[in-house]
């Protein structure tokens, strides 16, 4: 903690409130950051997003794919991080991946699903072939 905050609680938190009302982020900043505040290591050219619409229940078949039981388990996945995305339902969000080496240097791939510049949903990919990004995106394209 700073000494000014101490000192001076309630402007430290007037310049917080002021600062984060006036500075607005990417999308792909903010996927950036989540993924760093992680302790995961970006790859170089690694990331790939998708604008698309969820579908309406963990149900759902699309284009032969049982989307909306991946999408169940991504969101199980996605609670042990802290996130549900369940709400998400039937909205239009964008789903973003990464390459990514983790605390132990290994290699593995992440998505997140977001909202503006929201995470609302992260897991880590099972390392399934296809992956879970190129499942996602080619049962839900239009």
Do not use: C
Not at 2 to 25: G, M, R, T
Not at 56 to 80: A, M
């Amino acid at each position: 903690m700073l000494k000014s905050q101490l000192k001076y609680p309630d402007i430290y938190e007037w310049l917080i409130d002021k600062a984060d009302a006036n500075y607005s982020v990417s999308k792909t900043e903010a996927a950036e950051q989540f993924v760093k505040s992680r302790n995961y290591q970006i790859m170089m050219n690694s990331g790939a997003g998708f604008d698309l619409q969820l579908p309406g229940s963990f149900d759902e078949i699309r284009n032969g794919v049982e989307i909306g039981e991946l999408l169940k388990k991504s969101n199980e996945l996605s609670k042990q991080n802290g996130l549900d995305f369940s709400s998400y339902l039937g909205k239009q969000v964008t789903l973003i991946t990464y390459a990514v080496y983790n605390e132990q240097k290994e290699e593995e791939n992440i998505d997140l699903i977001m909202d503006g510049n929201k995470v609302v949903g992260f897991w880590i990919d099972d390392h399934g072939q296809p992956a879970d990004f190129n499942v996602i995106v080619n049962a839900l394209k239009n």
